[in-house]
C-alpha cells in the first residue's frame, strides 16, 4: 500500500507476480440483517462475507473499503452502535491483516458494503469453471446451522449459542481456500445455500460437461440440523459460508492435509458426472426433489 485513509483514493502496490482480486458485498437492514441486530457482531459479518469471496478464489486478503449508510437519527439512539460495529469488523481485520482504506459514509436507510481486495500469484486463482467429470465435490465445515439459527431467530424462539455464532459470526475460510490452490479445479463459498452454489459450478464448468451427483447421507450436519430432519437446511438456507470445492480424485489423499491447514473438517460428499444437472441420492437410494436451491435476491 502506498497511500491509504485521508486522501480521495487509495493508492496500492501489487507486487510483482500477482494478481489482484477484487470483490464487493453489500448488507440491507431488514433483508440480509435485523435492525436490532448486536453492532459488534455485524462489522465482524460485513467484512467475513466479503473474506469468504476472497477465500474462494484462492486469494489472500490485504485491503479492503467501506461505504456506511447509517440512519440520521441512530447515532443519537444508539450512541454504543458505531463502535460496537468498529469493534467488530477491526477485530476480524486484524485477524486476517487487512488495512481499512477508504470508504464512504452518508445517510440514508441503513446498510453498508465492503469491497475487499486480495493478492494471489499470477494464474493460480481457483475459479468457478473448472471442475470436470469424475472430480470430487467436497464441502468445508457443517451446512444448515445458519439457516437453523435463522428460523429460530424469526420464530422468536430460544437458539443455542453454537448455532447463533454460525449466522452472526460466520468465519471466513482463508486458510483453506489458501491451501487449496494447486488443488481444487473450481470452488465457490456457500452464500446461498449448497445447491444454488454448486449450481454456479456446474453453469460455469459446463463447456466440460458438468452435472452432479450429492450423497446426502454424506453431508456434515451439526446434532442440532440432523435431529430436524429437512434437507433443505443444508442445501438451501444458505448463510454457512463455507467452501465448496472440486478435487481430481487422485488427490483425495490431501484431503487429511487440507483439513489440518484450514482448521475445519473438510468432507467429500457428492462426485461431478458427465450428465447435466444436479441429482440428490438419498441414503435409501431414491432420488431428492428439492424445492428451492437457495437464497434468491430478487425472488418473491
Not at 14 to 20: N, Y
Not at 36 to 61: F, I, N, T
Amino acid at each position: 500500500m502506498t497511500l491509504g485513509v485521508g486522501d480521495d483514493c487509495a493508492l496500492l502496490r501489487v507486487p510483482p507476480g500477482q494478481e489482484l482480486a477484487v470483490s464487493i458485498d453489500t448488507l440491507v437492514a431488514g433483508v440480509h440483517f435485523l435492525p436490532d441486530c448486536d453492532p459488534q457482531s455485524l462489522g465482524h459479518k460485513a467484512l467475513a462475507v466479503s473474506l469468504s469471496d476472497l477465500a474462494a478464489m484462492g486469494a489472500e486478503p490485504a485491503w479492503a473499503t467501506l461505504a456506511l449508510t447509517l440512519p440520521a437519527d441512530l447515532p443519537r439512539d444508539r450512541p454504543d452502535w458505531l463502535p460496537g460495529f468498529c469493534r467488530g469488523l477491526d477485530g476480524l481485520a486484524r485477524a486476517h491483516g487487512v488495512a481499512l482504506v477508504g470508504g464512504d459514509t452518508t445517510s440514508g436507510p441503513l446498510a453498508l458494503s465492503i469491497q475487499v481486495h486480495g493478492l494471489v500469484p499470477s494464474g493460480q486463482a481457483v475459479r468457478r469453471s473448472g471442475a470436470a467429470p469424475g472430480d470430487l465435490v467436497c464441502v468445508s465445515g457443517t451446512l444448515g446451522d445458519a439457516g437453523l439459527a435463522l428460523r429460530g431467530v424469526l420464530a422468536g424462539a430460544s437458539v443455542p449459542e453454537p448455532l447463533r455464532r454460525r449466522l452472526d459470526w460466520p468465519q471466513p475460510r482463508v486458510a483453506l481456500g489458501l491451501a487449496l490452490r494447486g488443488l481444487a479445479t473450481a470452488m465457490i463459498d456457500c452464500s446461498d445455500g449448497l445447491a444454488a452454489d454448486l449450481g454456479h459450478i456446474l453453469a460455469a464448468s459446463g463447456a466440460s460437461g458438468a452435472g452432479a451427483e450429492l450423497d446426502l447421507a454424506a453431508l456434515p450436519l451439526s446434532a442440532e440440523v440432523a435431529a430436524i430432519g429437512d434437507w433443505s437446511l443444508p442445501l438451501a438456507s444458505g448463510d454457512d459460508y463455507e467452501l465448496c470445492f472440486t478435487l481430481p480424485p487422485t488427490q483425495v489423499q490431501a484431503l487429511t492435509g487440507l483439513a489440518e491447514a484450514g482448521g475445519v473438517p473438510v468432507t467429500v460428499i457428492g462426485r461431478i458426472e458427465p450428465a447435466p444437472g444436479l441429482r440428490l441420492r438419498r441414503p435409501d437410494g431414491t432420488l431428492h426433489t428439492l424445492g428451492r436451491s437457495g437464497y434468491d435476491h430478487f425472488g418473491a
